[in-house]
Protein backbone atom coordinates (compact mmCIF):
# COMPACT_ATOMS: atom_id res chain seq x y z
CA UNK A 1 0.00 0.00 0.00
CA UNK A 2 0.93 3.50 -0.51
CA UNK A 3 2.52 5.57 2.03
CA UNK A 4 3.34 9.10 2.39
CA UNK A 5 6.31 10.32 4.78
CA UNK A 6 6.98 13.70 5.37
CA UNK A 7 9.44 15.77 6.93
CA UNK A 8 10.18 16.99 9.76
CA UNK A 9 8.17 16.08 11.77
CA UNK A 10 8.12 19.31 13.61
CA UNK A 11 9.84 23.36 12.78
CA UNK A 12 10.69 26.28 14.65
CA UNK A 13 11.96 29.31 12.82
CA UNK A 14 12.43 32.74 13.39
CA UNK A 15 9.57 35.16 11.41
CA UNK A 16 10.79 36.11 8.46
CA UNK A 17 12.78 32.77 7.74
CA UNK A 18 12.21 30.49 4.83
CA UNK A 19 11.75 26.87 5.17
CA UNK A 20 11.23 23.91 3.81
CA UNK A 21 9.04 20.37 3.99
CA UNK A 22 9.26 17.58 2.42
CA UNK A 23 6.71 15.08 1.49
CA UNK A 24 8.09 11.49 0.05
CA UNK A 25 5.61 8.44 -1.34
CA UNK A 26 6.20 5.19 -1.88
CA UNK A 27 4.92 4.75 -4.84
CA UNK A 28 4.32 7.19 -7.71
CA UNK A 29 2.17 10.28 -7.18
CA UNK A 30 -1.24 11.19 -9.21
CA UNK A 31 -2.26 13.92 -7.26
CA UNK A 32 -0.83 15.11 -4.39
CA UNK A 33 -2.37 17.57 -2.40
CA UNK A 34 -1.19 20.25 0.09
CA UNK A 35 -3.60 21.30 3.26
CA UNK A 36 -3.17 23.68 6.35
CA UNK A 37 -4.44 22.72 9.61
CA UNK A 38 -4.59 25.02 12.93
CA UNK A 39 -5.00 22.99 16.19
CA UNK A 40 -8.06 21.20 16.53
CA UNK A 41 -9.45 22.25 13.47
CA UNK A 42 -10.23 21.43 10.22
CA UNK A 43 -7.93 21.29 6.85
CA UNK A 44 -7.49 23.84 4.81
CA UNK A 45 -6.75 23.14 1.25
CA UNK A 46 -3.81 24.83 0.35
CA UNK A 47 -2.93 23.28 -3.99
CA UNK A 48 -2.80 20.75 -5.88
CA UNK A 49 0.14 18.95 -8.06
CA UNK A 50 -0.42 16.26 -10.68
CA UNK A 51 2.52 16.27 -13.21
CA UNK A 52 6.43 15.82 -13.22
CA UNK A 53 8.48 19.23 -12.62
CA UNK A 54 5.21 21.02 -11.57
CA UNK A 55 5.47 24.12 -9.24
CA UNK A 56 2.93 26.16 -8.13
CA UNK A 57 2.83 29.21 -5.69
CA UNK A 58 0.17 30.73 -3.71
CA UNK A 59 0.93 33.95 -1.81
CA UNK A 60 4.61 32.94 0.02
CA UNK A 61 4.17 29.32 -0.60
CA UNK A 62 5.67 26.89 -3.21
CA UNK A 63 4.67 23.65 -4.07
CA UNK A 64 6.85 21.56 -6.06
CA UNK A 65 6.60 17.93 -7.50
CA UNK A 66 9.56 16.24 -8.61
CA UNK A 67 10.13 14.86 -12.19
CA UNK A 68 9.75 11.21 -10.74
CA UNK A 69 6.57 12.49 -9.38
CA UNK A 70 7.51 10.59 -6.04
CA UNK A 71 8.79 13.31 -4.06
CA UNK A 72 6.94 17.10 -3.34
CA UNK A 73 8.58 20.11 -1.15
CA UNK A 74 6.61 22.95 0.71
CA UNK A 75 8.64 25.77 0.78
CA UNK A 76 7.16 29.19 2.71
CA UNK A 77 9.29 32.63 2.22
CA UNK A 78 9.52 35.09 4.67
CA UNK A 79 7.82 33.15 7.47
CA UNK A 80 5.23 34.98 9.39
CA UNK A 81 3.36 34.10 12.69
CA UNK A 82 -0.10 33.14 10.43
CA UNK A 83 1.99 29.98 8.98
CA UNK A 84 1.99 28.59 12.13
CA UNK A 85 0.16 25.33 12.12
CA UNK A 86 -0.02 21.53 10.88
CA UNK A 87 1.04 21.13 7.21
CA UNK A 88 -0.15 18.03 5.05
CA UNK A 89 0.38 15.76 2.37
CA UNK A 90 -1.91 14.17 0.73
CA UNK A 91 -2.56 11.65 -2.29
CA UNK A 92 -4.53 9.91 -4.36
CA UNK A 93 -4.39 6.48 -3.38
CA UNK A 94 -5.47 4.83 -6.54
CA UNK A 95 -4.67 7.26 -9.13
CA UNK A 96 -7.80 8.62 -10.25
CA UNK A 97 -9.96 10.97 -9.50
CA UNK A 98 -12.64 9.83 -6.26
CA UNK A 99 -11.26 11.89 -3.69
CA UNK A 100 -10.19 8.96 -1.23
CA UNK A 101 -7.06 10.44 -0.26
CA UNK A 102 -3.96 9.35 1.93
CA UNK A 103 -2.07 11.85 4.23
CA UNK A 104 1.22 12.18 5.55
CA UNK A 105 1.61 12.82 9.69
CA UNK A 106 1.94 16.20 9.12
CA UNK A 107 4.82 18.82 9.85
CA UNK A 108 4.06 21.22 12.52
CA UNK A 109 5.57 24.69 12.10
CA UNK A 110 5.77 27.28 14.91
CA UNK A 111 6.93 30.96 14.02
CA UNK A 112 8.63 32.68 16.36
CA UNK A 113 8.21 36.55 16.01
CA UNK B 1 -22.34 30.62 3.34
CA UNK B 2 -22.03 27.18 2.03
CA UNK B 3 -19.62 24.64 4.08
CA UNK B 4 -19.40 21.61 6.19
CA UNK B 5 -20.96 21.92 9.90
CA UNK B 6 -20.12 19.01 12.22
CA UNK B 7 -21.15 18.57 15.84
CA UNK B 8 -20.84 18.37 18.74
CA UNK B 9 -17.15 19.99 18.48
CA UNK B 10 -16.63 18.17 21.70
CA UNK B 11 -18.03 14.83 23.49
CA UNK B 12 -17.55 12.98 26.66
CA UNK B 13 -19.47 9.14 26.95
CA UNK B 14 -18.72 6.56 28.88
CA UNK B 15 -17.09 3.73 28.14
CA UNK B 16 -19.59 1.14 26.07
CA UNK B 17 -22.25 3.71 25.47
CA UNK B 18 -22.47 4.38 20.99
CA UNK B 19 -21.69 8.04 19.95
CA UNK B 20 -23.29 9.14 16.75
CA UNK B 21 -21.11 12.62 14.87
CA UNK B 22 -23.37 14.72 12.69
CA UNK B 23 -21.77 16.20 9.43
CA UNK B 24 -23.84 18.05 7.28
CA UNK B 25 -23.15 19.87 3.94
CA UNK B 26 -24.52 22.70 1.60
CA UNK B 27 -22.18 22.49 -0.97
CA UNK B 28 -24.15 20.35 -2.73
CA UNK B 29 -20.86 17.62 -3.11
CA UNK B 30 -22.06 13.90 -3.84
CA UNK B 31 -18.85 12.25 -2.14
CA UNK B 32 -18.69 12.46 1.49
CA UNK B 33 -15.84 11.05 3.82
CA UNK B 34 -15.02 10.48 7.49
CA UNK B 35 -11.21 10.59 8.66
CA UNK B 36 -9.78 10.06 12.60
CA UNK B 37 -7.02 11.71 13.26
CA UNK B 38 -4.44 10.66 16.38
CA UNK B 39 -1.41 12.60 17.67
CA UNK B 40 1.49 11.33 15.72
CA UNK B 41 -0.31 9.38 13.42
CA UNK B 42 -2.13 11.60 10.53
CA UNK B 43 -5.44 11.12 8.91
CA UNK B 44 -7.03 8.03 8.55
CA UNK B 45 -9.92 7.15 6.42
CA UNK B 46 -13.00 5.48 8.59
CA UNK B 47 -15.89 5.56 5.96
CA UNK B 48 -16.67 7.55 2.95
CA UNK B 49 -19.32 7.79 0.46
CA UNK B 50 -19.73 8.63 -3.35
CA UNK B 51 -23.37 8.70 -3.47
CA UNK B 52 -26.75 8.65 -1.24
CA UNK B 53 -27.36 5.33 -0.02
CA UNK B 54 -23.77 4.15 -0.97
CA UNK B 55 -20.66 4.25 1.36
CA UNK B 56 -17.60 2.01 1.38
CA UNK B 57 -15.01 0.95 4.38
CA UNK B 58 -12.61 2.74 4.75
CA UNK B 59 -8.65 1.46 6.18
CA UNK B 60 -9.88 1.76 10.14
CA UNK B 61 -14.00 1.07 9.73
CA UNK B 62 -13.98 -1.87 12.62
CA UNK B 63 -16.71 -0.44 15.49
CA UNK B 64 -18.11 1.97 13.22
CA UNK B 65 -21.21 2.85 11.39
CA UNK B 66 -22.18 4.99 8.75
CA UNK B 67 -25.11 6.21 6.77
CA UNK B 68 -26.28 8.35 3.90
CA UNK B 69 -30.15 8.97 3.29
CA UNK B 70 -29.10 12.42 2.23
CA UNK B 71 -26.83 14.10 -0.08
CA UNK B 72 -26.25 16.78 2.73
CA UNK B 73 -25.83 14.17 5.50
CA UNK B 74 -23.36 11.66 6.45
CA UNK B 75 -23.21 10.82 10.34
CA UNK B 76 -20.80 8.40 11.78
CA UNK B 77 -21.76 6.18 14.81
CA UNK B 78 -18.99 5.32 17.41
CA UNK B 79 -20.11 2.01 18.68
CA UNK B 80 -18.88 0.07 21.88
CA UNK B 81 -17.48 -2.12 19.73
CA UNK B 82 -14.02 0.17 18.98
CA UNK B 83 -11.61 -0.18 20.95
CA UNK B 84 -9.84 3.25 21.56
CA UNK B 85 -12.50 5.65 20.55
CA UNK B 86 -10.82 8.33 22.17
CA UNK B 87 -10.02 10.74 18.80
CA UNK B 88 -10.60 13.69 16.63
CA UNK B 89 -13.02 13.02 13.82
CA UNK B 90 -13.03 14.78 10.42
CA UNK B 91 -15.54 14.98 7.86
CA UNK B 92 -14.83 16.34 4.63
CA UNK B 93 -17.17 16.11 1.42
CA UNK B 94 -15.46 16.33 -2.14
CA UNK B 95 -15.63 19.32 -4.47
CA UNK B 96 -13.67 21.99 -6.63
CA UNK B 97 -11.71 21.93 -9.16
CA UNK B 98 -8.91 19.75 -7.91
CA UNK B 99 -10.23 15.86 -8.40
CA UNK B 100 -8.97 15.71 -4.60
CA UNK B 101 -9.76 18.99 -2.77
CA UNK B 102 -11.78 18.10 0.24
CA UNK B 103 -13.75 20.16 2.30
CA UNK B 104 -13.40 19.72 5.78
CA UNK B 105 -15.35 20.41 8.46
CA UNK B 106 -13.89 21.86 11.97
CA UNK B 107 -14.00 18.54 13.71
CA UNK B 108 -15.41 17.03 16.35
CA UNK B 109 -13.12 15.60 19.63
CA UNK B 110 -14.86 12.65 21.49
CA UNK B 111 -13.16 11.70 25.00
CA UNK B 112 -14.16 8.14 26.57
CA UNK B 113 -13.77 8.19 29.78
Not at chain 1, 60 to 77: N, P, R, V, Y
Not at chain 1, 85 to 99: K, N, T, W
Not at chain 2, 3 to 9: E, H, L, N, W, Y
Request: one cysteine or more; hydrophobic letters at 30%; glycine letters at 12%.
Amino acid sequence: SQELEQSPQSLIVQEGKNLTINCTSSKTLYGLYWYKQKYGEGLIFLMMLQKGGEEKSHEKITAKLDEKKQQSSLHITASQPSHAGIYLCGADRYGGSQGNLIFGKGTKLSVKP
Amino acid sequence: DGGITQSPKYLFRKEGQNVTLSCEQNLNHDAMYWYRQDPGQGLRLIYYSQIVNDFQKGDIAEGYSVSREKKESFPLTVTSAQKNPTAFYLCASKGGRAAGELFFGEGSRLTVL
